[in-house]
């Protein structure tokens, strides 16, 4: 939904400002000096439905709008921001950065020349924000009841229904304009099974960058609430999990989250130019088996963690991070990039316009293998079955993770045999790669409802693996 912008409309009838405002307040921005300055002007539209108790408890609509001044100086960032779009409280963010980012050189702007081609990777003509509230009631309904019909042990069920249009335009002093229409859903169901006096839990759900016939036509709300269902029924029989160090296998798609955690954000940009991440100066050295190839990818169409241009307008495009166990390079934003003298990856992102963007991972993953994940788990003797995770920490200076597994199952003798409650995984992110003796054929990305948080900063993203082995792991646990 990239919208190239008029010279004239665009800026006049989306945000009330024309050309040549824009590159006045760039101007104000530079006028104490700085190598860079830009304009991030967003209008977003939200809205949600929260259902519980089989009963509507929340149904909201929201706008914000607002316009994120920056300048850089050195390692230096100038940021202001205003909810008021008015000509004089642009002018006074712009100088409130430009105070900030103070330095003795004066970078001239570069008057507005042209707009960056970004991507079509999400042509929704009927963004979900426009429709009724009695379809997105409809859509929480439908998964209430089949969540709870799916099985009399379903006690509880609570279901939330989310989605927005972001409309974002950008102006650079290096002249260069980029816009864009960004459609966001998210349906999630989460199911509270009871039996002889258990409790057990289960959540799933899904979504993208879509319109609403992916919920009627590609995964309507029973799909979602029958897995989720399912999640909460299994815990019921589940057992302990026995401890200690053992073999494990990732099951594909949402497990991507420990990479993403565990591996991911150590390959952002700025931890390592600041040299405090686990990846610091090793590109072009041995980090992983030979078996990984991990990318990071803004291009898939659709996908959650996919955009158009990033949040400093550089269209995104698709990073190899390690080339079969080799550190190839970082996700970069324009900040590290420039201090790092390399090129922006189109990784640099941010929340909202009250956010100064960073160094954040779009759509992170480990390609595909060759092997069956069937003679993936006939493979082992003894170990751990990891389908879907829960909550985790990680160290970004080390690397070191401790992840809840919420469907695991003990493997013995080369079969999948009992659910295992209570597992989690802990280990070492750059140690575990060089574990990895075995990757499926079978990649999958997560259904999409991956937020992730950094430095106070929420994104949507995307992860997903195929069927991975690691030779030893230490698996913490509940029995005995």
Known sequence: MTEQPNS????????????????HYLDLALSRGGDYADLYFEYRTT????????????????????????????????????????????????????????????????GISGSIAGHNL???????????????????????????????????V?????????RVLIATARGQLASDDQPLSRLTIFCIAHENGRRADGVYGGGGRIGMDFFQKVHPPAYFAREAARQALLQLSAIECPAGPMEVVLGPGWPGILLHEAIGHG???????????AFSGLIGKRVASDLCTV???????????SLNIDDEGTPTRRTVLIE?????????????????????????????YTHIPMPRMTNTFMMAGTESSE?????????????????????????????????????????????????????????????????????????????????GQSVPVGVGIPTIKVSELTVGGTQG
């Open 375 to 455: 003679d993936i788990i006939r493979s082992v003797k003894r170990g751990l079955y990891a389908v879907h995770f829960g909550g985790g920490q990680v160290d970004i200076t080390n690397g070191k993770f401790v992840f809840s597994a919420s469907e695991a199952y003990l493997i013995e003798n080369g079969k999948i045999t009992a659910p295992v409650r209570g597992a989690s995984l802990i280990g070492n992110g750059p140690d575990v790669l060089t574990k990895v003796v075995a990757v499926g054929n079978d990649l999958k990305l997560d259904e999409g409802i991956g937020v992730c948080g950094k430095d």
């Open 47 to 110: 809205s949600s439905v929260h259902l519980e108790e089989s009963i509507v408890k929340t149904a909201t609509r929201g706008i914000s709008v607002g316009v994120g001044i920056r300048v850089l100086s050195g390692e230096k960032t100038g940021y202001a921001y205003s909810d008021d779009l008015s000509h004089d409280k642009i002018e006074k963010s712009a100088l409130t950065a430009a105070h900030i980012a103070a330095s003795p050189g004066k970078t001239a702007t570069v």
């Open 122 to 156: 999400y042509p929704v003509d009927h963004p979900t924000i426009d429709l009724d509230v009695d379809q997105k009631i409809a859509l929480v309904r439908e998964a209430d009841e089949t969540a709870r019909a799916y099985d009399p042990r379903i006690k509880e």
């Open 324 to 352: 079969k166990g080799i550190l190839r390079g970082y996700m970069q934003d324009r900040l590290s990039a420039d201090l790092m003298r390399m090129e922006p990856t189109g990784n640099g992102r941010r929340e909202n």
């Open 267 to 277: 390959l952002e940009a700025d931890f390592n130019r600041k040299k405090i991440s």
């Open 8 to 23: 004239k409309e665009f800026f006049r009838t989306r945000f009330g400002v024309t050309e040549q405002d824009l590159e």
């Open 158 to 166: 609570i279901v939330s229904y989310a989605d927005e249009l972001k």
């Open 295 to 305: 990318v990071d990818d803004g291009t898939l169409p659709s996908r959650r963690g």
